[in-house]
């Protein structure tokens, strides 16, 4: 848990519990309806999917997810999840997902603050990278991710199909060793 200040007041950053899965389940399926091309998942898909999508992150081993979420007041508007396999040969590297802050509270380096309590959470256990994935059309949070330290090792093609349409992904790593 962590707070920190912005041109808007203080802001809380803290592990999601299973009592915050019904606004974790609206907060994501407001980020799935907004940033369609930013997102694996759909919005049509049924409330009770991303319900269940919450509740399983909340309820897994917390060495092997960590879903952070953003507050105001006491109003999550943000959140980021990062995630390490099991597998004993895999489970050196995490990956984080679901990054997504309300418009309102964008541009004031709240996401730099989230990845650094992203990363916090995979030193902690040792791990050796942590990689993402940023549609190319996304170049906010691109720059984002490159001013944290994240550098593109791949471009995916053709990543994401929404509407008739490809959008490719750069792949990202951070080397935490
Ligand atoms: C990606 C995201 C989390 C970045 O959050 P953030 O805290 O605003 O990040 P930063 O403060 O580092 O700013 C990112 C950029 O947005 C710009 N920005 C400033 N005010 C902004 C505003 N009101 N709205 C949007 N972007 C703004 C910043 O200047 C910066 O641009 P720059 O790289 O040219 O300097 C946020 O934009 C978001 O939720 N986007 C929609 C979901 C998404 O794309 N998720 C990532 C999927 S990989």
């Known amino acids: 848990m962590t707070t920190f200040q912005t041109p808007k007041g203080e802001v809380l950053l803290r592990k999601a519990t299973l009592i915050d899965a019904p606004k974790v389940s ?22 009770r999917w991303s319900f269940q999508w919450a509740e399983q992150l909340i309820n897994s081993p917390e060495d092997y997810s960590l ?22 040969k895999v489970s050196h590297g ?12 964008r541009g004031f380096g709240i996401m730099q603050q989230i990845l650094g309590q992203l990363q ?19 170049e906010s949070a691109h720059r984002s991710y490159l ?24 792949l990202m790593i951070k080397y935490l060793v």
Request: glycine content about 8%; overall charge negative.
């Open 120 to 138: 916090q959470w995979a030193m902690d256990r040792r791990l050796h990278f942590i990689k993402l994935g940023v549609t190319t059309i996304n």
């Open 26 to 47: 609206e907060l994501r399926r407001e980020a799935l309806a907004s940033n369609p091309t930013s997102f694996g998942s759909s919005v049509e898909q049924p409330d």
């Open 94 to 105: 995490s990956t984080i997902n679901s990054v997504y802050l309300k418009p309102e509270w």
């Open 67 to 88: 879903l952070l979420i953003a507050e105001y007041q006491g109003d999550m508007f943000g959140m980021a999840v990062i995630r390490r396999p099991n597998g004993t």
């Open 147 to 170: 001013r944290f330290g994240f550098v593109d090792y791949a471009t995916e093609p053709k990543d994401i199909f929404f509407e008739g349409n490809y959008y490719d992904e750069y």
